[in-house]
């Protein structure tokens, strides 16, 4: 057999590879992330996903005011009364105009009373009743505010 070659014996030189600054290496990351990059199973995509996962499940639904605004149509689904919030001791309640018209002998505050009396199965006091009406004035309903005794 040949004798080996000088090269086999001696080791391969390392070669100090620099991929940039740290700068450099950050702003290609965040552009992976950006661009989603990363291969599908890789740690990285993993990662990726678990953040995604964890924005939607854990962040908190106060920072996002996203809430519908209720309209009178959809109190015809709702028996004409609504409860839109609640506060420690009370709550308040929007209630149908046609519901109030209903009970026309009485005045509108003793109609809605006795409307969220149905709703409502402990005593309380109504604090305040203010009409809603839309642009031509007419009363589309009522923002009962419901204090609990």
């Known amino acids: 057999m040949a004798e080996s070659t000088p090269l086999r014996d001696q080791e391969t030189p390392r070669v100090a590879v620099s991929f940039g600054s740290p700068w450099a290496r950050l702003g290609r990351g965040i552009g992976h992330v950006f661009f989603w990059a990363y291969e599908r199973g890789s740690w990285q995509y993993d990662l990726i996903v678990i953040a995604i996962l964890a924005f939607i499940f854990l962040t908190p639904r106060y920072w996002f005011s996203d809430r519908p605004t209720l309209q009178m149509t959809d109190l015809r689904h709702a028996q004409g009364?609504?409860?839109?919030?609640?506060?420690?001791?009370?709550r308040t309640y929007l209630v149908d105009a046609r519901r109030v018209d209903s009970l026309a002998p009485q005045k509108p505050e003793e109609a809605v009373r006795s409307i969220v009396s149905t709703r409502v199965q402990r005593p309380f006091d109504v604090q305040?009743?203010?009409?809603?009406?839309?642009?031509?004035?007419?009363?589309?309903?009522?923002?009962?505010?419901?204090?609990?005794?």
């Open 81 to 90: 009364i609504v409860e839109v919030s609640q506060r420690q001791g009370g």
């Open 128 to 149: 305040s009743v203010d009409p809603v009406r839309d642009r031509n004035n007419v009363v589309l309903g009522y923002t009962v505010v419901v204090v609990f005794k």
